[in-house]
């Protein structure tokens, strides 16, 4: 054990003398989690975009007029900007894409309204969209809703003014008792609508759980997946060693002095285990300091670090057991630890994948190493975590042993070939 020990000491400060590709590959984790965290970051204003509204008017009437006016009053006008287009125009601003909606209002319409006949507005909505063009129909079905009830109530004293429009004459004794029947008819509704007869109180339940946990923010959602990526990178520099001196002849010599080597290959795992350490706690203060992360009970996060860097070690010298030179190990291990960074979430959050490809997730170091870093960053428990834990480290130990058993007699075989 001592000797391992010794050979570790070596590597380790072998690799300090000379760290720039180690402090590489712990600087792009935090430039990521930069950019992506500016890019994908809540702003401190959180506003509706305006929606851009087309209208095609056919009736050019007073109702069609009084109906598009409604879409530019009060709060409505900050939220949608409408344009009259021709219905052509309008449509082919729609296949580019350039509004959220168009608004076709049909000829006949006013006509029809003052017959009581159905009249059917036209809504096309942007499908390239998905909440602005709904929020439109909704405002078209709330401005249908309210007409209708208009002229529904209103119908006796409306036929009155379609009467003199037609004549074109208002005589002043029907135009004050259309008033008078007008007041009447408000007053008979106003102890109904106002106020209400029906009304909604909102209230908003919030569990004594979800009040304590602490929410996620989007650098140490980023920060913890990028760093486990990175992780895997750091520790297979270490193990390139391994197969650049065996090519030296360094191995050689070592086979036939009181060294074994066995004893090297232990030492490589302890090494890269170490160098991962001190690696990830270095992002760990970085984030805390620059992305102001807080990454929850520091007992907790100590062990995850100790743990997950266990698990890594023992992962690269199992992939390195199936290689025989240092080009196929960058053909075999690169791969593999892309492939893992995808499925286990360190590219995409790995919740969005559906069931069949989560499974898959689970077999990853990525998944498992970010989702013990967002449960401390949440303030989830110790006990929510020590599961992880005993998994990780169960499962370094004996893809150590297993890595080590085959990369021995690989390395025995490979000396006088």
């Not at 160098?275 to 009970?297: A, H, K, P």
């Not at 360190?346 to 559906?354: C, G, H, L, R, T």
Request: neutral net charge; contains cysteine.
């Amino acid at each position: 054990m001592n000797k391992v020990f010794l050979l570790a000491r070596k590597d380790f400060i072998r690799k300090w003398r000379n760290p720039v590709v180690i402090i590489g590959f712990l600087l792009i984790p935090l430039l990521f989690s930069f950019i992506l965290g500016i890019i994908f970051g809540p702003s401190e204003e959180e506003t509706l975009p305006r929606i851009r509204v087309l209208a095609v008017d056919k009736d050019q009437s007073f109702f069609s007029e009084f109906l598009l006016n409604s879409f530019k009053q009060g709060e409505l006008n900050e939220m949608i900007e409408l344009k009259k287009v021709e219905e052509e125009e309008g449509r082919k601003l729609m296949d580019r894409g350039k509004a959220s909606a168009l608004l076709i209002i049909p000829q006949n319409f006013e006509e029809n309204i003052w017959n009581r006949k159905p009249v059917e507005l036209s809504l096309l909505k942007n499908p390239s969209e998905q909440f602005l063009p709904q929020v439109v129909e909704e405002i078209c079905d709330i401005a249908s809703l309210v007409f209708s009830a208009i002229f529904s109530v209103f119908s006796d004293e409306l036929g009155t003014i379609k009467s003199f429009i037609d004549i074109e004459e208002f005589p002043d004794i029907e135009i004050s008792s259309l008033a008078v029947q007008i007041k009447h008819r408000i007053e008979g509704i106003s102890k109904y609508v106002f106020p209400p007869v029906i009304t909604i109180k909102q209230r908003t339940i919030e569990e004594k759980e979800e009040e304590e946990e602490t929410p996620i923010s989007v650098y140490g959602y980023i920060l913890p997946a990028m760093a486990v990526m990175f992780l895997l990178f750091i520790c297979n520099i270490v193990f390139e060693d391994l197969l650049r001196e065996k090519e030296k002849g360094t191995l050689l010599r070592m086979s036939i002095s009181p060294m074994k080597i066995a004893d090297f290959v232990w030492s490589k795992i302890l090494t890269s285990a170490i160098i991962g350490i001190i690696c990830t706690l270095t992002l760990v203060i970085l984030g805390r300091i620059i992305f102001s992360i807080r990454w929850g009970n520091p007992f907790s996060v100590f062990l995850i670090i100790l743990s997950l860097n266990i698990l890594i070690a023992g992962l690269i010298s199992f992939l390195y057991s199936f290689v025989r030179t240092e080009r196929q190990a960058g053909a075999v291990v690169t791969p593999v630890v892309l492939v893992m960074s995808l499925l286990g979430g360190s590219m995409m959050p790995a919740e969005n994948f559906p069931p069949f490809i989560l499974n898959f997730s689970k077999l990853t170091v990525n998944y498992w190493g970010i989702k013990a870093f967002h449960l401390t960053v949440v303030g989830e428990g110790f006990q929510r975590v020590f599961p992880i834990l005993i998994g990780m480290v169960f499962a370094g130990i004996l893809l150590s042993l297993i890595g080590s058993y085959f990369l021995n007699r690989s390395l025995r075989r490979g000396l006088f070939k």
